[in-house]
């Protein structure tokens, strides 16, 4: 299953994508968590001292290896970020994802608790004032459109902050999408953006309240999201403790936000996988991008790029 975290920034999307890989983790689940903010986090929350190496940095030896043996894309260059994957396109099982190696770089560390952690990277000095973020989170696109994960794998997401996960088709490649939203208007200003804009393309979204103190933040959050509110974590001194760099265990939150982590996974494992869906997402995508921008950058026409013979899933 992919997971996505989004929200308001400062929302705490990163502490709930953190929290939630963790849980999954002591409940025997395998686990690829993917920092793809523009502001990287995930790592310290995580516990992880090192960072690992950015997949933004090496977008084209990224592509060179997934485009494999595909007849329909001749070079890495000729690959965008939503470009499908066809036969004899280097496909990727969980196992692929989590060992996270192409060539002689490994892309992933593991963290104490056994999550395996990818990072799409921060801006470099050259990236300022000529570089979309965009470009970066490209390759998580990639990775995703080429994996084959199964029961009992998890692909955990900590996206960017408010609807800018909209500039691309990324949002439609999760099974699951968590939106993190405090009990405030702007909280609920970015949860309402987010229903519109995914609201034609079957997106599951729940909301997950955070730094909720009273029943009357519930209410707040009940009366402006209704059902989409699954559960929410009380203002936590735990979490306000590892935030602040002190020692942290998952058994040190307090019962209630354990029990809205259980909550989630559960939510999670409740989901039907639609490999169809997924499919005809990543053509409609990719064509829309080809027209916008994809055909004029690479001469080409990338509608060729799309296989009508592969079949999405196992």
Not at 52 to 65: A, N, Q, R
Not at 125 to 148: F, M, P, Q, R, T
Not at 247 to 269: C, G, T, Y
Request: charged share 25%; net charge negative.
């Amino acid at each position: 299953m992919r997971v996505a975290f989004v929200g308001k920034g400062g929302s705490g999307k990163t502490t709930m994508s953190a929290l939630f890989a963790r849980h999954v983790a002591s409940q025997g689940g395998r686990v690829v968590a993917v920092d793809a903010d523009i502001n990287q986090h995930l790592a310290l929350v995580l516990g992880v001292g090192e960072p690992p190496e950015p997949l933004g940095s090496h977008l084209t030896s990224i592509k060179d290896h997934l485009r494999g043996d595909n007849p329909r894309i001749p070079s890495a260059e000729a690959m965008v970020k939503t470009t499908p994957p066809g036969r004899g396109s280097r496909l990727l099982s969980f196992d692929d994802l989590a060992a996270a190696r192409i060539g002689a770089r490994e892309f992933a560390v593991t963290t104490p608790e056994g999550v395996r952690l990818m990072a799409t990277g921060p801006f470099s000095a050259d990236d300022l004032g000529v570089a979309c973020y965009h470009s970066k989170v490209g390759a998580v696109e990639l990775l995703l459109n080429h994996l084959v994960d199964g029961p009992s794998e998890y692909v955990v997401v900590d996206m960017t902050a408010g609807a800018d996960s909209f500039a691309s088709g990324l949002f439609t490649r999760f099974d699951m999408t968590f939106l993190v939203a405090e009990p405030t208007r702007q909280g609920i200003g970015v949860y309402r953006q987010y229903l519109d804009y995914a609201a034609e393309f079957g997106v599951r979204i729940a909301v997950v309240g955070n730094k909720v103190h009273d029943d009357a933040d519930v209410g707040f959050l009940r009366s402006h999201a209704g059902d989409d509110l699954l559960t929410w974590m009380e203002h936590s001194a735990a979490v306000r403790a590892m935030e602040q760099g002190r020692p942290f265990a998952l058994d040190d939150l307090e019962p209630a936000n354990s029990d809205a982590l259980a909550v989630l996974l559960k939510e999670v494992d409740a989901q039907d996988k639609d490999w169809a869906r997924f499919g005809r997402q990543a053509a409609e995508f990719h064509l829309r991008n080809a027209r916008a921008w994809g055909n004029e950058r690479t001469g080409l026409d990338l509608a060729d790029q799309i296989d009508p013979e592969f079949v999405y899933g196992p």
